[in-house]
């Protein structure tokens, strides 16, 4: 896996979530990601799936003979073991906590049977068009959809297996060209960020827009970014 990153110009956008609003707000009709609006609903089923189903998924999918064997056959025990030390060493003091595989499977039978309910009458979440939840979703059941051993675990709810094979068929598009991370690190620093509209900070405890400041995430990957407060 990696970092979706967003890169115009001068400015970097590392987030999916931010992400899909920023190609919005620049592509509107590309199409939309937002066919029903950027309404609550849509968010809180993307967090749930990303903060919540993520942390449940992937302990199930990424078994040593699951998706690691499928995309990492060369990878011995003892490397998927130094593995998994990396990863837990990254959430160390975070708040994510992923639970034991029992544990995990138990919340997915628990979980599955909603998700199935909500695309009963409906080929996407919200309606008849995709939109950002639906991305959200899909990419947290694709680690078990991807494994034979796991994918029985989706066979009983057919409305869910139909929707990951709806999702699957979006595919990737290829680049228009490809450029190197030197390369775009020299466009960032030949570029003019983008000017914010109407700049405001509210609620930062006497911070001002201009002053140098330290920001870290809470869930994992505790490391502290400095910069401009803009």
Not at 27 to 37: E, H, K, R, V, W
Request: with cysteine; glycine share 8%.
């Amino acid at each position: 896996g990696g970092t979706p990153i967003l890169q115009m110009g001068a400015d970097v956008y590392c987030d999916s979530a931010l992400i899909a609003r920023v190609l919005e707000r620049v592509a509107p009709a590309a199409p939309t990601l937002f066919p029903y609006g950027d309404r609550l609903e849509g968010r809180a089923m993307s967090h749930f799936a990303d903060n919540v189903l993520f942390n449940i998924t992937v302990p199930v999918g990424f078994q040593p003979n699951g998706m690691m064997k499928l995309f990492h056959p060369e990878m011995s025990a003892d490397t998927l073991a130094a593995f998994g030390k990396d990863r837990a060493a990254m959430r160390q003091g975070g708040t994510v906590r992923r639970g034991p595989l029992n544990e995990c499977r138990a919340n997915m039978a628990q979980l599955l049977p909603g998700i199935e309910a909500q695309l009963r009458a409906r080929p996407f979440l919200l309606g008849a068009s995709p939109s950002e939840c639906d991305f959200s979703l899909y990419h947290t059941l694709w680690p078990v959809w991807m494994v034979p051993s796991t994918r029985t675990l989706l066979e009983p709810f057919p409305k869910t297996s139909a929707f990951i094979q709806r999702m699957s068929q979006f595919g990737e598009t290829k680049p228009v060209a490809e450029i190197s991370s030197e390369e775009a690190l020299q466009v960032a620093k030949k570029s003019a960020p983008a000017a914010i509209k109407n700049p405001q900070a509210v609620e930062i405890d006497g911070i001002s827009i201009g002053d140098a400041v330290q920001v870290m995430p809470i869930d994992y990957g505790l490391d502290p970014v400095k910069g401009e407060l803009a």
